[in-house]
């Protein structure tokens, strides 16, 4: 199992289409600062660019409001200043994002430059071919950063979480790293009350917590080199006058 490029990928995430997806998510997010609901919303741009299913999904997850934006820039730090720093990483999030990287599967930069997946766990989740290979590679970016110590969250309720964990535990024990891992029926609400630096996506999570780094993003970008990356989110899209 990979989490590669769906069948449609390559041409629905295709260069022709940037400029159709990153107008779309720019009208979303108008629509949003505006207190339109989020679905008839969405329907309206898709249904104004013919976007497919899929297409929809990409601009819904890469959108947020200019206050979100605002509000997560300003809580986001840069890659040196995780050093001496407790970290909490939202695995399933983190992990599966970097599976599709190295799977060649489609990443989405979106309007607050966070990188995104088209995964969905769906309360199971299966190890892949890419799986400790995403894991060492955030082992390896983190023990050049030096943050103060690791707690990986994993969601309790989700499948095979118990296996993904020992697995984590097992690579840690090999490769030296001091990483406590962890299940939980409610990981969001324990990464958003974090006193230290969180990594993850997760737009509640990034709206709640008092400081986030871009894991995923460094990996991709540091060890990464043939990453898929749509950036849909790409600043000056035009909006609606």
């Known amino acids: 199992m990979t989490r590669g490029p769906a069948d449609d990928d390559g041409s629905l995430f295709a260069d022709p289409q940037l400029l159709g997806l990153r ?25 104004r660019h013919g976007l497919r299913t899929r297409q929809r999904t990409a601009v819904l997850r890469s959108t947020c409001t200019d206050a979100a934006t605002t509000r997560r820039s300003e ?14 990483i939202d695995g399933f999030n983190v992990l599966i994002s970097l599976e599709v990287a190295l799977a060649g599967g489609v990443l989405l930069r979106g309007r607050d430059t966070m990188l995104r997946d088209l995964a969905s766990v769906h309360g199971s989740y299966r190890r892949t071919a890419h799986t400790l290979a995403a894991s060492a590679a955030i082992g390896e970016q983190l023990a050049e950063l030096g943050p103060a110590s690791i ?25 030296g790293w001091a990483w406590e891992i962890e299940l939980d029926h409610n990981p969001d609400r324990r990464l958003a009350s974090f006193e ?19 894991l995923t993003g460094l990996v991709v970008g540091q060890r990464c080199p043939d990453a898929w990356v749509v950036d849909v989110g790409l600043a000056g899209a035009q909006t609606p006058g």
Not at 24 to 47: H, K
């Open 151 to 175: 707690l990986w969250l994993l969601d309790r309720p989700v499948s095979n979480s118990g296996r993904l964990a020992l697995a984590l535990a097992q690579q840690a024990a090999d490769r």
């Open 196 to 214: 230290g630096v969180v990594s993850t996506s997760d737009a509640w999570i990034l709206d709640h917590a008092r400081a986030h780094f871009d």
């Open 75 to 88: 809580r986001r730090l840069d890659p040196g200043a995780v050093a001496g720093q407790p970290l909490a």
């Open 23 to 47: 107008a779309a998510v720019a009208e979303l997010a108008w629509l949003l600062d505006r207190g339109y609901a989020q679905t008839a919303a969405l329907e309206l741009v898709g249904n």
